[in-house]
């Protein structure tokens, strides 16, 4: 993702919806991001899903990619207490100076100074993965941070239910996965790099928990399916 996008995004003054996500060899409009709720503007609607916060009732929490600590604040104010990391140094700012507890840092090479109760990847952060076959490996990650009873919010995109022939349609290469994308962020007029994402449909994800030693424990969906979120915690041994 290009960070420096995002930290001008968060600085600047721009036009309403000028930030937003493009997704390559799609058809699909390009969507802009939810920036006035990042920045705490009056009036700001949280984005599509932010009910699923409503599984997390205690314990400690991790939130992966926290942006300006939106959520955190949520839990926090339900008591739920928690930490983030972000990349954006300006969304790390912003958070700390909302109160909320956030260090930058990468989700591929952070270690959390003790065990979590819940780790959040929502917000369609069940994508940092970036490809189908190392979505086994991301995961076993994030469930190495939990406590023994330790849960795992997990949004992301189930790109079977988008509209027919409006996404990556193209010819797949041996072993390929439909889910295996690319995005860019635009700020205004200018597009930045493309960077790859992955949107997962449930039944990858399933099997992908599976290879981790996770289940998936509830699910729900927004959007007529094409949003959802996945509870995963640890598969019952045999």
């Given at each position: 993702m290009d960070v420096t996008f995002f930290e001008q995004a968060l600085q600047r003054e721009i036009r309403p919806g000028s930030f937003a996500v493009?997704?390559?060899?799609?058809?699909?409009?390009?969507?802009?991001?939810?920036?006035g709720w990042w920045k705490r503007e009056p009036g700001a609607e949280p984005p599509v899903g932010s009910?699923?916060?409503?599984?997390?009732?205690?314990?400690?929490?991790?939130?992966?990619?926290?942006?300006?600590?939106?959520?955190?604040?949520i839990l926090a104010a339900r008591g739920v207490r928690g930490h983030g990391i972000e990349l954006i140094p300006a969304a790390v700012e912003m958070?700390?100076?909302a109160g909320v507890s956030?260090?930058?840092?990468?989700?591929?090479?952070?270690?959390?100074?003790?065990?979590?109760?819940?780790?959040?990847?929502?917000?369609g952060n069940g994508g940092m993965a970036a490809r189908l076959?190392?979505?086994?490996?991301?995961?076993?990650?994030?469930?190495?941070?939990?406590?023994?009873?330790?849960?795992?919010?997990?949004?992301?995109?189930?790109?079977?239910?988008?509209?027919?022939g409006?996404?990556?349609?193209?010819?797949?290469?041996?072993?390929?996965?439909?889910?295996?994308?690319?995005?860019?962020?635009?700020?205004e007029d200018e597009a930045g790099p493309w960077f790859p994402w992955l949107f997962v449909d449930p039944d990858a994800l399933e099997k992908a928990c599976a290879e981790a030693g996770l289940r998936i424990a509830g699910r729900k969906e927004?959007?007529?399916?094409?949003?959802?979120?996945?509870l995963l915690e640890r598969a019952v041994s045999a």
């Open positions: 493009e997704i390559g060899d799609s058809t699909l409009p390009v969507a802009p991001q939810p920036l009910d699923v916060l409503d599984w997390v009732r205690d314990g400690y929490v991790l939130d992966i990619g926290c942006a300006t600590g939106r959520d955190l604040e958070a700390r100076a956030c260090v930058r840092a990468d989700v591929f090479s952070y270690l959390p100074p003790r065990p979590v109760d819940t780790v959040l990847a929502v917000g076959a190392a979505l086994p490996e991301f995961l076993l990650r994030l469930s190495s941070w939990l406590t023994e009873a330790g849960r795992i919010v997990f949004t992301s995109t189930d790109w079977r239910k988008l509209p027919p409006t996404f990556n349609t193209g010819e797949l290469s041996d072993g390929g996965y439909r889910g295996d994308i690319r995005m860019r962020l635009w700020l927004w959007q007529g399916g094409i949003a959802y979120a996945a």
